[in-house]
């Protein structure tokens, strides 16, 4: 069976947002400059946003594999992977390891995807809301006394919710209307 993608929902595209600033707006232009050393907990909060960015790409890989080319999957799993370099960036910057991603070909996440598109989307919805609040409830408040760190989180996590969410939402919906 062939996958056809419904038209683009409005404001989804590859429009003057994405020329400008990468896959939806999402571009990270921060430099990383080590004032001193890197706690433990702020450690902690890099790799737990490595994961989680890991796992989201990783997810967004496997439907891709399902259905090549689904959108906003195509554009956004190029988001993931540059917020993964971004904290990769500030783990190297600090003379830290940097973990593989476990995530990527995992039998457990291909197994995840839906069998359909629209439901896919919705769990992109669950991951992105959860992103968000991991930076907001979590993450965040570990690194408050790292500022590029909490730009870089704080970058993140907007990116999830006024980007990734909502073009998420727009194409489940598009998906749900296409017969």
């Known amino acids: 069976m062939q996958f056809q993608q419904p038209e683009a929902p409005k404001g989804c595209g590859r429009g003057r947002r994405h020329r400008e600033g990468g896959a939806h707006g999402c571009e990270l232009s921060i430099a990383i ?4 050393p890197l706690s433990v907990e702020a450690h902690a909060a890099v ?3 490595l994961d989680d960015e890991y ?3 990783a997810f967004y890989l496997a439907v891709l594999e399902r259905f090549p080319g689904a959108m906003p999957f195509a554009h956004i799993v190029e988001s993931e992977e540059r917020h993964a370099n971004k904290l990769i960036e500030i783990l190297r910057a600090y003379g830290r390891d940097v973990p ?3 995530y990527i070909g995992s039998g457990d996440i291909w197994r995840s995807v839906p069998a359909a598109l629209a439901c ?3 769990l992109a919805v669950k991951e992105e809301k959860h992103n968000e609040k991991l930076y907001e409830d979590s993450l965040l408040p570990q690194v408050s006394a790292f500022p590029v760190i909490t730009q870089v989180f704080t970058k993140l996590m907007l990116a999830s919710r006024e980007r990734h969410l909502p073009a998420f939402q727009r194409w489940a ?3 749900r209307h296409r017969k």
Do not use: F, H, P
């Not at 400059?33 to 001193?36: F, N, P, R």
């Open 120 to 122: 896919a989307c919705d």
């Open 173 to 175: 919906a598009a998906y």
């Open 100 to 102: 593989a991603n476990a």
């Open 33 to 36: 400059a080590v004032g001193g």
């Open 47 to 49: 790799l737990e946003a």
């Open 55 to 57: 796992r989201a790409r």
